[in-house]
């Protein structure tokens, strides 16, 4: 993904794009059309596909459009992600009072040395969060959270 | 379009009333403290307030988010200043002359004068917004199907124009923007499409969840790449922050003349208050008798950068109101905060619920007084909020964005949407694809889809864009922004070459 490469990032992310929207495109076959309609629902989304295809296409053979060099991926970032998409579905199972505090200690955790006081400071994070949240939540604005396991 | 008095005084009282003076005031105080905190902005802020307001009268609701607003972009300068660090990128330019005025001990002076710049910024923008936007609206009752599709158009091709060399990039994001909106219902048919047979997906991706995601989620994804280091300390302390008369009326003409340019550019489509700082710095600097001391603390500089950078509110209130067309990204989630409320954006937005937007006009004119007075009164206690941990606070806004995402539909899918468009946002922003335009293509694409389809079925052709003078208009604005794009790039092209070697 280096900018110097003999493979530049706008070309990886071209072909991203081409593949992707092909896909889509031969999705918009199954939309369902109507005599009436003159242009149907398919036909907006295949405008735009059509669209990303051909700026994608000059991208892959251009190989790189702009002055701009790309910044270097940190796995830690994509570990933030993923704790993000492990808490959607994990939230429905163990519910909003068991998952946000473990979640907000964590986090709290992932940006800073682990010692004893962040340890500490983590749990307090992780209380005066989810007390926080649920107060505005479910107190101000009558929000039901998830239960989960607690019923 | 007829002024009834008794509409106006009723939004007036309204914006009176004890607990919207309170609202506003803790909106502005919010504001300012997410403005004061480098890579949170006012975007994240209105985004994350919007759950909020749900239970609220729309007008109440709506003026918080004003307070927000105003405070949130106002907020920025302060940390440029004293550790040249920008809250915002809006006040990318002020620190170009107010850091090096806080080396000379000046902390105070710039700090006074900023805040004076960006009240001033804000009130010309909002009395811009009061004499124009009606017109602009009266103007666009007489729009119809082409009329619209000419100006969305207007607005996408814009973002090409403004993206500089990397036109295509811009486009991308704003097309990857517009089909991100396709999914869900459609707005001719009210069928699904891009659903993959998931009854969640039906319901679309939701222009909330996108937007916090696009830029709350990945600002954290970013955040947390590296574990927290120390805070930098201001390089001075600040001494008496009240701005001196000789400043204030020497620079009578930088006020108008930075207001009016951060106002035109905030009616830009994507644009907003990072350009426009700049834009209005650099005019600062030609008109200027020393354009010498610009970069060594002119204080010319820090006032023409903070008050077209808030100057940029009113702009791009005029547009999103008149038209439903977001100026910049604060602005696209302001006009989800609308919809929430079940009104919708544009001419008929005049005439259905006037009070509502002489509600918001209120609202601008009182935030920006509350906005100074707050400052004067207590920046140097706000200022302390740079030093509280990233480790404290990221969490406690991840779960704010969380549940308050929830909160919109009570949809756990709603939360994944918004992660899905953190890693968007996180990797399009590493690779230097815009993220504006993807904005723009979200909120335009429906209006566009839904007009361009309607005008086909009408008209059974493309002709009624340039039969009609004022869709021919925008179509020819459209190609000129394009062109304008093309020779951009083309003159970028050679440095392009040599940097690659």
């Known amino acids: 993904m280096r900018d110097g490469s003999s493979f530049p990032f706008d070309r990886w992310l071209g072909v991203v794009l081409l593949v992707i929207g092909a896909g889509l495109f031969y999705d918009t076959f199954f939309f369902r059309t109507f005599d ?98 649920y107060a505005i939540f479910e107190y101000g604005m009558d929000v039901i959270l998830p239960r989960g396991i607690l019923g | 379009m007829s002024i009834d008095p008794s509409i106006i005084l009723a939004a007036l009282a309204n914006v009176l009333q004890p607990w919207n003076i309170v609202f506003l005031v803790l909106g502005v105080i919010g504001g300012l403290l997410v403005g004061i905190v480098p890579g949170l902005g006012p975007t994240l802020a209105v985004a994350l307030l919007i759950p909020v307001t749900y239970a609220m009268p729309p007008e109440v609701g709506l003026s918080l988010l004003i307070a927000v607003y105003v405070g949130g972009m106002s907020g920025g300068f302060v940390t440029a200043v004293l550790i040249r660090i920008p809250g915002t990128p809006a006040s990318m330019a002020t620190l170009l002359d107010g850091f090096p005025m806080a080396q000379k001990g000046q902390a105070g002076a710039a700090i006074g004068n900023a805040i004076v710049a960006n009240f001033i910024g804000t009130i010309i923008s909002a009395i811009c917004l009061v004499t124009f936007a009606p017109l602009l609206a009266a103007f666009a009752l007489k729009f119809s199907f082409a009329e619209y599709t000419a100006v969305c158009l207007f607005a996408m091709t814009a973002v090409a124009a403004i993206t500089g060399s990397s036109a295509s990039r811009g486009f991308i994001t704003a097309v990857i923007g517009m089909l991100a909106a396709c999914v869900g219902l459609t707005p001719v048919d009210g069928l699904p499409r891009f659903d993959f047979g998931f009854s969640d997906m039906e319901g ?38 009240l701005p001196s008369f000789r400043d204030m009326t020497g620079n009578a003409f930088n006020y108008l003349r930075s207001g009016l340019i951060g106002t035109w550019v905030g009616v830009m489509p994507a644009m907003g208050g990072g350009p426009a700082a700049l834009i209005a710095y650099a005019q600062a600097r030609n008109a200027s008798k020393t354009p010498e001391r610009f970069g060594h603390g002119a204080v010319e500089g820090v006032i023409a950068s903070e008050t077209a950078n808030n100057a940029t509110i009113g702009g791009g209130l005029i547009i999103a109101l008149t038209l439903g067309i977001p100026g910049d990204p604060t602005s696209a989630v302001l006009l989800g905060g609308l919809m929430i409320h079940g009104l919708q954006p544009g001419p008929q937005l005049f005439l259905n619920n006037p009070e509502v937007l002489y509600g918001i006009y209120f609202s601008l004119f009182f935030s920006s007084f509350i906005m100074m007075l707050v400052l004067f009164l207590s920046v140097r206690a706000l200022v302390k909020v740079i030093y509280i941990p990233r480790f404290w606070l990221q969490p406690i806004l991840i779960a704010m964005c969380v549940v308050g995402v929830y909160s919109l539909n009570n949809r756990i899918f709603d939360i994944g949407v918004m992660f899905a468009f953190g890693l968007l946002g996180y990797v399009l922003e590493r690779l230097h694809y815009p993220l504006p335009p993807m904005v723009l293509g979200i909120v335009l694409g429906p209006l566009l889809e839904a007009n361009f389809r309607k005008m086909l079925a009408a008209e059974g052709s493309l002709l009624p864009l340039v039969e009609s003078p004022i869709a021919l208009t925008f179509v020819v604005l459209s190609v000129a922004s394009l062109v304008w794009a093309a020779r951009l790039r083309r003159k970028s092209l050679p440095e392009i070459s040599e940097k690659s070697g």
């Open chain 1, 36 to 133: 009436w309609d003159p242009v149907g629902m398919a036909f907006w989304p295949r405008v735009l596909l059509a669209t990303m295809g051909v700026v994608a296409i000059w991208h892959i053979v251009k190989g790189r459009v702009g002055a701009e060099v790309a910044e270097r991926f940190t796995p830690r970032a994509f570990v933030v992600f993923g704790g993000g998409v492990a808490y959607v579905f994990l939230l429905d199972t163990l519910g909003f009072f068991i998952l946000t505090p473990v979640a907000l200690f964590g986090y709290s955790l992932w940006l800073r040395p682990v010692s004893m006081r962040a340890i500490v400071s983590g749990g307090f994070v992780a209380v005066f969060g989810t007390g926080l949240v």
């Open chain 2, 204 to 241: 679309g991706l939701g222009l909330l969840p996108a937007l916090i995601g696009l830029f709350a989620v990945s600002q954290m994804m970013k955040d947390s790449e590296r574990q927290t280091g120390s805070t930098p300390r201001p390089v001075s302390a600040m001494s008496s922050i």
